[in-house]
């Protein structure tokens, strides 16, 4: 995927699809947060640490702060020796996601502010924690499976969250999950975690790839894309398997 993503930065003809970097996944966040995923688990091997310059290229490159946030807490987690090249580079990550390059641009570049998207979202996520508690029955069992889906539509004109764009996820997995399910999925998650919270620990390859997609989980919805919710339920599986 980094290969793909250096391809199509360079527009390498055989690699474009469309103007952005996003290798296969069709989205630059897609593809940033499944690199993080993917850098602490490259610590199983003895190249941990080649593998995850490569992935942190990638994940660079999709200029995605959700992805380089990410990226950076699963590597501290494994690695936390390395915050001295770690920091540095989310920093970097960070100021290039902030640069709108572009030959429409005057001077081939201009400077973008994280906080248009920050205020899109916390608009979403207002919205949706007040309709997650509007009764009783919606706090305890939730809307529905996929009910976020269909109601959010009507939420951009009725509750005037004008962001600019149509949001099809709550941006935030926890909050969407909630939406759906209520408090149940709240007690299926602490019990899962009372149940196989032995398997987690500090420095570990595949616990750090949780926290890396629970970090982008905040304010993304890899749980809810198939290629990323396929690497989450393969960790846990694998973490699982260790408690028995």
Same mark, same amino acid.
Request: proline share 3%; aromatic share 12%.
């Given at each position: 995927?980094?290969?793909?993503?250096v391809g199509?930065?360079?527009?390498?003809?055989?690699?474009?699809?469309?103007?952005?970097?996003?290798?296969?996944?069709?989205?630059?966040?897609?593809?940033?947060?499944?690199?993080?995923?993917?850098?602490?688990?490259?610590?199983?091997?003895?190249?941990?640490?080649?593998?995850?310059?490569?992935?942190?290229?990638?994940?660079?490159?999709?200029?995605?702060?959700?992805?380089?946030?990410a990226a950076?807490?699963?590597?501290?987690?494994?690695?936390?020796?390395?915050?001295?090249?770690?920091?540095?580079a989310a920093?970097?990550?960070?100021?290039?996601?902030?640069?709108? @390059?572009? *030959?429409?641009? #005057?001077?081939?570049?201009?400077?973008?502010? $994280?906080?248009? /998207?920050?205020? !899109?979202?916390?608009?979403?996520?207002?919205?949706?924690?007040?309709?997650?508690?509007?009764?009783?029955?919606?706090?305890?069992?939730?809307?529905?499976?996929?009910?976020?889906?269909?109601?959010?539509?009507?939420?951009?004109?009725?509750?005037?969250?004008?962001?600019?764009?149509?949001?099809?996820?709550?941006?935030?997995?926890?909050?969407?999950?909630?939406?759906?399910?209520?408090?149940?999925?709240?007690?299926?998650?602490?019990?899962? @975690?009372? *149940?196989?919270? #032995?398997?987690?620990?500090?420095?570990?390859? $595949?616990?750090? /790839?949780?926290? !890396?997609?629970?970090?982008?989980?905040?304010?993304?919805?890899?749980?809810?894309?198939?290629?990323?919710?396929?690497?989450?339920?393969?960790?846990?599986?694998?973490?699982?398997?260790?408690?028995?």
């Amino acid at each position: 995927q980094t290969a793909i993503g250096v391809g199509q930065y360079f527009q390498i003809r055989v690699f474009l699809d469309g103007t952005n970097i996003h290798g296969t996944f069709g989205n630059r966040t897609g593809l940033g947060i499944y690199l993080a995923m993917l850098i602490p688990i490259g610590f199983l091997s003895d190249y941990g640490a080649i593998l995850a310059g490569v992935y942190c290229l990638g994940v660079f490159l999709s200029r995605s702060a959700v992805a380089t946030a990410a990226a950076a807490c699963g590597a501290l987690w494994v690695a936390p020796w390395a915050w001295m090249a770690v920091l540095p580079a989310a920093v970097a990550a960070l100021g290039y996601r902030m640069l709108k @390059i572009g *030959r429409n641009q #005057p001077g081939g570049w201009k400077f973008r502010h $994280l906080g248009d /998207s920050v205020s !899109a979202r916390r608009k979403i996520w207002g919205v949706t924690l007040s309709k997650s508690v509007r009764t009783w029955r919606q706090m305890a069992v939730g809307a529905g499976h996929g009910a976020f889906q269909q109601h959010s539509r009507t939420w951009i004109r009725s509750e005037k969250v004008l962001t600019g764009e149509v949001y099809n996820e709550a941006h935030n997995d926890y909050l969407e999950a909630f939406y759906e399910y209520g408090v149940v999925i709240v007690l299926v998650g602490a019990w899962w @975690i009372y *149940r196989y919270g #032995p398997a987690l620990a500090f420095h570990d390859p $595949l616990t750090g /790839s949780l926290v !890396a997609v629970g970090v982008a989980s905040l304010a993304n919805f890899p749980t809810r894309v198939t290629t990323l919710a396929t690497v989450a339920m393969i960790v846990g599986a694998m973490l699982m398997r260790r408690v028995g």
